[in-house]
């Protein structure tokens, strides 16, 4: 479905270049009540992987949601309806990364929405805005493609004039 | 002079009808079409997802997680027959009966109460959800996902394994 839309774009984490500073999370709950949809995860004892809903393209909440709340704007981002949402929680248990919670409050299911007020006002999603080592971005395919390209070609560049001066450096910046 | 006369008319007219009232309590009245009476639930079709609960006006249906089992509480004496516990059902266990006596001398007769097994997580062994909802989403998700492990984790399990993952993956290429 990415192919002859135009307006559909994707959401990329870059994690080579995420330093971990939870900026993504705490600008996601100052927009959504106290509520964090991107959580910062440490893993392998320190490497921080900023989680939110992949908007998967097969999305299983999605194919359990017996109300068909759960739908997918012209973006390509899955969105709740919390009008038809009746609270069963399955999507909560079908989901593959565990991302849907239960509002208890109001009795729906809410996820991250890719900031969809926001986005309905020409902006991008808080996290990619705010994130200062511009780790999160988003964008259309191809202009997420041509960036990450062209960090990877500085990164084999960088790598490549490193080995090349074979100094025996102890701290290495890469 | 005229009222004898509009007196027989009727009195034609009742004869003609007959008797149209009944002696209710004593004889069985059938309810009209569309009368809502006492909500059913199926306890073999329940799967525990607490949907019910969530939208019972009246708290006639209270979902109680008592961890190795979540318990489904409905008591006739606080519902208001609105029929939400049937539109909101995905599973189409609560059905609304055109039932509507339900005087007793004994309380207890007004109490439903359905009892579903929880699961364990495999990580932290917590109980996090019925057995019954993971058959269902296991069934269901086959068609999307292939793997279908991660349905034995519950979901902050699922968010850590699938992080490390993520990195595993980009260490990989």
Redesign the interface.
Known sequence: MSEGNKSYRIHVVD??TCIGCETCQEVCSFINNDKAFI?V?K??GG?P?P?NCRHCE???CM??C??LAIYRDESGAVLINPARC?????C????????PEMDPVD?VVIKCDLCSLRRSNGLSPACSAMCPSAAILYGSPEEVLKLAQSRVAERIARAKVLGELELGLKSWLL | MASIGKRLWYLKKAIEIGTVTKRYPFEPTEPPEGSRGKPVIDFTKCIGCGACANVCTPQALRFIDLKEYKRLELFYGRCIFCGMCQEACPVDAIQLTKDFELATDDLNDLYVVIELKSVRCEICNKYFTTKRIILKINDEVRDVIEEIEYTKLCPECRRKESSTKLVGWRALG
């Open positions: 994690l080579s959580k995860y893993v392998h490497i992987v989680l097969k999305a299983a194919e359990v017996p109300t009746i609270g069963c929680k399955l909560i248990m079908a989901c593959p990364f565990g991302i009795k």
